[in-house]
């Protein structure tokens, strides 16, 4: 579904001890919109700051959690075997995740099935990376952001005060949250696997979710989430704010402060 960086411990004489990091890129879908902003940071950035990298390449495959949301524990569960089977063939200890989905499911998830790792999602591990000075981000952007809580990064993993300190660290950015927010935020739309279902009945989530956020008067809505972006990117659309707004990952917010975006 997106993304994710695995980082392993390799035997001596296949990789240097230092070069521990895989990375398996798992597309969303062919045309994602996604695809370029992810691509774009490893290019620019992993690879510009010296972590060595493989690629997973056909061994690649969906962490389980939409099939196992949508009900289909049988696939789910020979999703998560391979998964699981494939990372301890690569002896992997630390998986740095994209996506709360992939970050949810294989923290939480993954032991039951004998996939014990440490997951960090990438908005704590950017933020590691910038306490410790390893980026600089010094490009100004005078853009007002407010910032949408992924229900899987945040109210299920507690995790909320990372993507807001990446968000500040930036120069030049002010900020808005939204009513909604933190342990009291509101739904994308497209969790549960409901990103594949078409709502019928009143208001569309994704629409709701939109208009809070555009409520804030920002120049850019944040989020650390594939789905969410994709719904929320969907919900500008629908709102004729394409022009004003722009739908924004905290990757591509800080690769533009690191001043090598293209």
């Not at 960090?120 to 910038?130: A, E, P």
């Not at 919900?235 to 905290?250: F, L, M, N, P, T």
Request: glycine content about 8%.
């Amino acid at each position: 579904l997106t993304d994710i960086f695995l980082h392993s411990s390799f035997p001596p004489d296949e990789l240097e001890r230092e070069r521990k990091v895989i990375l398996q890129e798992i597309k969303m879908r062919d045309d994602s919109p996604e695809e370029a902003v992810h691509d774009r940071f490893h290019q620019n950035f992993w690879c510009g700051h010296a972590l060595g990298n493989s690629i997973l390449g056909t061994e690649e495959k969906c962490n389980g959690d939409p099939v196992r949301r949508a009900g289909n524990e049988y696939l789910a569960q020979m999703l998560i075997a391979d998964n699981v089977a494939t990372m301890q063939r690569y002896n992997v200890k630390k998986i740095v995740t994209t996506c709360p989905h992939c970050f949810n499911t294989m923290k939480n998830e993954y032991p039951h099935f004998g996939g014990n790792y440490e997951v960090v999602h990438h908005t704590d591990f950017i933020m590691g990376l910038i306490d410790s000075g390893k980026i600089r981000l010094s490009a100004e952007n005078r853009a007002k952001i407010t910032y949408h809580d992924s229900c899987y990064l945040g109210r299920y993993n507690d995790v909320y005060d990372q993507p807001r300190r990446i968000i500040e660290s930036i120069p030049g950015v002010t900020t808005a949250e939204m009513p909604r927010s933190r342990d009291k935020g509101f739904c994308c739309g497209a969790g549960g696997a409901r990103m594949f279902m078409e709502e019928t009945t009143g208001k569309r989530v994704n629409v709701e979710r939109t208009e809070e956020a555009l409520a804030t008067s920002p120049d850019v809505i944040g989020t650390a989430c594939p789905f969410c972006m994709t719904m929320l990117t969907d919900g500008v659309k629908e709102k004729d704010a394409v022009e004003k707004v722009q739908v924004k990952d905290i990757a591509e917010l800080v690769l533009e402060a690191v001043g090598t975006a293209s």
